[in-house]
């Protein structure tokens, strides 16, 4: 449960030292993707921090993007920042189940009413309840319990942000995200299939720093992560400006690290932090490992065209829809130029001959 | 394993000595900085886990830097290291953390480094420290 | 939540294939019509051949005639610059390159991108010129019908939300490229049945010019 101890007391009570905490907070700018010239300022706002609740709910979800988040690559930061954090509610994580997990929910949010953080991952069927239901309790139904008395939400993966997979073509669950659900709380989405783990923390790094919500794009999603498209962060960028292109998995091309968009990299779309966060400890990432982007913190990305389609190439088969244009386009022609015939032979035979003695009439 | 062992493996040897398109941006940022701290004295921090490196790239940029006389070690939640460039006035920083593994990657460009400048605090208690120990060694006596 | 990507699916999906049909339907309606009217029989015993007087006519009607640019240097000028532009914007960008041969099965090298975008800004600029010209000029002002002004919006929309897609001047880029496509599709639906169709039609006019010339021995 939450107490009233801040970070800066609890860090000290740690035997964190003055240069351990200023390195802590340095590592925490670099997590938030903030310029290292906010360090004094997260210092200050870290001394101060309180230490919140944290419900974590899971609708249909695969748990990737818990995977992930326990998969953080930077220890130490986000250790103390789970220690810091109260997770009070996490149905895969914790270790009571059945009524004692739904108590401890209870239990939370109603200590810290109007003050708990609520994460969800995962998307919320419209349809049949029966779909997805913890302990007796549908999706829908806890959402609309728990985000009453939080202080904001954040909605971590596609899944909670847009719909994900489960709202993909034909949505047999009729699966919403978060914000189709909930109106009058704050939303924060993190999305990505998974998110990366640095965002994950990242976001709540800055909530339990500053108390606030961070900047968000038009999709709700936090600037210093989302701002920027991968196309524009690659480091394989100058390649398409050059003009050189991979043309299949393994040709010289590839090889050479060239750019993955005619192999269907969506990075000129998509918005993520891959291209500087990484995955797998910094090691790499989807187009550093030389496979295209499959923009996987867009909505609908599941929808959006093949993924190894270039991003140009429409969704549907062009071929196919020009050949049945051209036949189309023949029998209507063959049609037309049957008509325009017909007027031409009726123009012929109703072409009157003038002679010398009709003109002499006329005048 | 006998069939793993049938693929040919063939290791290239990183080319450290040119520098690509995304290293040369941040070479002009490094000359900025340091027409700023001599014309202002103002010092710049460039966080590293902030640019878009390709593979290979950050021992291309870091061969380029190579390493100038001072180096030091900041032992505290997890090591620090710090050494001055080869070119002076511009240090590099790599936080990690107890289990050694990277949290932060800087390029300062400054005089000395904020991490190793003692800190006001520290130094209030520095006094205290000595005067305590002063104190009982006096009573010794 | 998601109108930008909900708009680009549109735009890729069921607004193109609508586009395109009535594109390649359109077109070969109209190519039936020519074609099959026909022209009538003549009689005359050629004196030369039309095949390649034709053929000659095509490549020298492409070039300008130098008394013509002397009176009208800028429509001249602003033609060249436009329809070369716009020749290298359509068919050397890669991106355009990838459509054309999910289409057709094949494809062909690009041009880097730097050289396409300044080919772009100076057919950009030629058609602001053009469209200046025409409501400056008064014979122009004369000449000009609604069909005119259609066809100059629909030729400069692609262009424009092209440059502003490729600069990424419009955020989010899904409803930048959406737009882009979009203009596209509105210039594909009018191409058939406006002027626009020339661009199929002249290299026939051209031939045709030719090859009567050549049959009868005179200069095209």
């Not at chain 1, 944290?54 to 953080?72: K, M, P």
């Not at chain 3, 680009?8 to 009535?22: K, M, N, Q, S, T």
């Not at chain 3, 100076?122 to 259609?150: C, G, K, Q, Y």
Request: aromatic share 8%.
């Amino acid at each position: 449960m939450a107490d009233t101890k801040t970070l800066g007391e609890s860090l000290r009570l740690h035997g964190v030292s003055r240069r351990g905490f200023l390195k802590f907070c340095t590592a925490t700018a670099s997590m938030m993707a903030l310029p290292p010239t906010m360090v004094p300022a997260i210092a200050a706002a870290l001394e101060k921090a309180k230490r919140p609740s944290v419900i974590w709910l899971s609708f249909q979800e695969c748990t990737g993007c818990t995977e992930s988040l326990t998969r953080s690559h930077a220890p130490t930061v986000e250790n103390l920042i789970f220690d810091h954090i109260s997770l009070d509610y996490h149905h895969t994580l914790q270790v009571a189940a059945g009524d004692a997990a739904e108590a401890a929910r209870e239990e939370a949010m109603h200590e810290n009413e109007g003050e708990y953080l609520l994460v969800v991952d995962g998307s919320i069927p419209e349809g049949n309840a029966g779909y997805s239901t913890i302990a007796g309790i549908s999706n829908l139904q806890m959402l609309e319990e728990s985000a009453k008395g939080a202080a904001a939400i954040i909605a971590v993966g596609t899944c909670a942000a847009f719909g994900g997979l489960h709202k993909a073509e034909p949505n047999p669950t009729g699966a919403v995200a978060v914000s189709d659900i909930i109106k009058d709380k704050p939303i924060i989405n993190v999305s990505g299939c998974p998110p990366i783990p640095v965002v994950i923390t990242g976001v709540l790094a800055h909530f339990l720093t500053f108390g606030t919500i961070p900047e968000l794009d038009e999709y709700g999603r936090p600037m210093v992560f989302y701002g920027q498209s991968i196309h524009d962060r690659c480091y394989r960028r100058p390649f398409y400006d050059k003009g050189l292109f991979a043309e299949t998995f393994d040709d010289e091309g590839a090889k050479k690290g060239w750019c993955l968009y005619k192999l269907g990299c969506k990075g000129p779309m998509t918005y993520n932090a891959c291209a500087t966060a990484k995955w797998n400890q910094g090691a790499s990432w989807p187009v550093e490992s030389g496979h295209g982007c499959l923009g996987c913190s867009e909505p609908d990305f599941w929808d959006a065209g093949g993924f190894y389609n270039a991003l140009s190439i429409p969704t549907s088969d062009v071929s196919k829809l020009v050949t049945v244009g051209v036949a189309a386009g023949v029998a209507l022609g063959a049609a037309t130029a049957g008509l325009n015939h017909k007027t031409k032979s009726n123009a012929a035979k109703n072409h009157g001959t003038v002679t010398v003695d009709d003109l002499e009439k006329t005048s | 394993m006998t069939v793993l062992d049938n693929i040919k493996i063939v290791v290239e040897p990183a080319v450290i000595s040119e520098l690509t398109e995304n290293t040369l941006p941040l070479l002009h940022e490094i000359r900025h900085a340091l027409i700023r701290l001599a014309e202002s004295g103002e010092s710049t921090i460039l966080d590293l886990q902030a640019i878009p490196f390709g593979p290979g790239d950050e021992d291309r940029l870091l061969s380029f830097l190579g390493t100038g006389e001072v180096s030091a070690t900041v032992n505290a939640l997890g090591e620090t290291k710090i050494f001055e460039t080869q070119y002076p006035a511009v240090w590099l920083v790599e936080h990690k953390n107890p289990e050694l593994s990277r949290v932060a990657l800087q390029i300062e460009v400054t005089q000395v480094p904020t991490i190793l400048m003692t800190q006001n605090a520290d130094i209030l208690d520095s006094i205290a420290l000595i005067g305590e120990t002063l104190e009982q060694s006096n009573a010794e006596f | 939540m998601s109108e930008p990507m909900d708009f680009l699916l549109w735009v890729r999906g069921p607004a193109f294939d609508v586009a395109a049909l009535i594109f390649v339907i359109g077109v070969v309606v109209r190519f039936f019509e020519i074609f099959s009217l026909g022209r009538k029989a003549n009689f005359s015993e050629p004196r030369g051949t039309e095949f390649g007087p034709g053929m000659k006519s095509v490549l020298t009607r492409s070039l300008p005639e130098p008394g013509m640019f002397k009176r009208q240097p800028l429509t001249i000028l602003v033609g060249y610059v436009f329809h070369i532009g716009l020749l290298i914007s359509l068919i050397l960008f890669v991106p355009h390159i990838e459509l054309f041969r999910e289409t057709f099965g094949f494809g062909w090298p690009g041009l880097p991108n730097p050289l396409v975008d300044a080919a772009a800004v100076l057919s950009i600029v030629a058609l602001l010129a053009a469209l200046w010209h025409r409501i400056s000029s008064p014979v122009m002002r004369i000449l000009t019908t609604n069909e005119d002004w259609l066809v100059w919006a629909l030729t400069f929309l692609p262009m424009l939300t092209g440059y502003i897609a490729y600069h990424r001047m419009i955020d989010p880029y899904p409803l930048a490229l959406g737009l882009h496509i979009l203009s596209i599709e509105a210039l594909m639906i009018f191409f058939p049945f406006t002027k626009l169709m020339h661009a199929f039609t002249l290299f026939i006019a051209r031939w045709y010019n030719g090859a009567m010339s050549g049959r009868r021995v005179v200069e095209s």
